[in-house]
């Protein structure tokens, strides 16, 4: 993941719908431990085990997105320090030069917080 790296905090369309499968199994198993039908029980349960995959497959996904925001913000939050350590250290720095390249990795950074805040924002409940 780069800079300028587009992320989306939203899963696909396919993933969307192994959920909808997902939680619409968890209903159908409620209904059959209700009513205590152990055919349709034991079937739901089956489907369900199959089903999970794609919630933790979706879970990982996000896990890996938020993983490299994280590698991002840290790396600006670096880049950031090195830039003061630098406009510190040199008295004859060239103050527009250096506060372009400040104002750059200002803009990066909070592009990597908003990104990362989108992305935490989104929980399993948002797709019921």
């Known amino acids: 993941m780069s800079e300028s790296a587009n992320v989306s905090p939203y899963t696909d369309a ?3 719908q192994g959920i909808a499968d997902f939680l619409n199994n968890l209903v159908s198993l409620r209904d059959a431990l209700t009513n205590n039908d152990t055919t349709t029980s034991a079937t739901v349960a089956t489907n369900l085990q199959t089903t999970e995959n794609t919630i933790i497959n979706s879970i990982s996904e996000q896990g890996a ?3 490299g925001l994280q590698v991002v913000q840290s790396q600006q939050s670096t880049t950031a320090t090195n830039l003061d350590t630098l406009v510190s250290s040199n008295r004859d720095v060239d103050m527009a030069q250096a506060m372009t ?5 200002q803009v990066s950074y909070q592009a990597a917080l908003q990104s990362t805040a989108s992305i935490l924002s ?4 948002d797709y019921l």
């Open 14 to 16: 396919t993933t969307n």
């Open 65 to 67: 997105v938020q993983s």
């Open 122 to 125: 989104k929980s399993l409940i």
């Open 101 to 105: 390249q400040l104002s750059q990795a």
